[in-house]
Antibody, heavy 121, light 107 residues
Framework: QVQLVQSGAEVGKPGASVKLSCRAS????????IYWVRQAPGQGLEWMGK????????DYAQTFQGRLTMTRDTSTSTVYMELSSLRSEDTAVYYC??????????????WGQGTLVTVSS | DIQMTQSPSTLSASVGDRVTITCRAS??????LAWYQQKPGKAPKLLIY???SLESGVPSRFSGSGSETECTLTISSLQPDDFATYYC?????????FGQGTKVEIK
């Protein structure tokens, strides 16, 4: 069965970086884009960007330009999301989600369980 | 950026009620709209994609419809398991954007 398993909770200091992982299983890793979405406490969902596991190309929301890096490791079917220059507003649950590219409709059909990132000095 | 305006923000309803949630987009979506259900502490779950296609395994009481800029999610007969927050999301163009969410509460 399709699974996206994310790494555990992180605490980061203001100005530091955090790197989260999302390990995929149960499907052809390079056939589906992986996106990251975050949710601040009590707030809605915010789209961050995507990585194409096949070639590694990325697209990032303008909000995160210069602070966000998404990479992938095809040998372990894992996608990474690194956010730098952390600020308190980055405290949120971060989700990875699979886009159903082969269907032609790029909706998110599977999600990871989420990783809580807390930014605190 | 495409702005998504979702309404209402909160909805109080009883088991068995018919419930409708609306999302309005600032420009045409060409049908590229999805609906997700989220329960506290859990990841969102896909309900509807491409405006009206029901995701496999989702109960048939959920349905979606809409035009280029206005879409609706309807729950034909609200069940106890349906009390949650619902989000629409456009995937027509980057940055993909979500509605603000509708919390469906027990009346």
């Amino acid at each position: 069965q399709v699974q996206l398993v994310q790494s555990g909770a992180e605490v980061g200091k203001p100005g530091a970086s955090v790197k989260l992982s999302c390990r995929a299983s149960g499907y052809s890793f390079t056939s589906y884009y992986i996106y990251w979405v975050r949710q601040a406490p009590g707030q809605g969902l915010e789209w961050m960007g995507k990585v194409d596991p096949r070639g590694g190309s990325t697209d990032y929301a303008q909000t995160f330009q210069g602070r966000l890096t998404m990479t992938r490791d095809t040998s372990t079917s894992t996608v990474y999301m690194e956010l730098s220059s952390l600020r308190s507003e980055d405290t949120a649950v971060y989700y990875c989600a699979r886009a159903n590219v082969p269907s032609g409709s790029w909706h998110f059909d599977y999600w990871g369980q989420g990783t809580l990132v807390t930014v605190s000095s | 950026d495409i702005q998504m305006t979702q309404s209402p923000s909160t909805l109080s309803a009883s088991v068995g009620d018919r419930v409708t949630i609306t999302c309005r987009a600032s420009q045409s979506l060409s049908g590229w709209l999805a609906w997700y259900q989220q329960k506290p502490g859990k990841a969102p779950k896909l309900l509807i994609y491409k405006t009206s296609s029901l995701e496999s395994g989702v109960p048939s009481r959920f349905s979606g419809s809409g035009s280029e800029t206005e879409c609706t999610l309807t729950i034909s007969s609200l069940q106890p398991d349906d009390f949650a927050t619902y989000y629409c999301q456009q995937y027509k163009s980057y940055p993909w954007t979500f509605g603000q969410g509708t919390k469906v509460e027990i009346k």
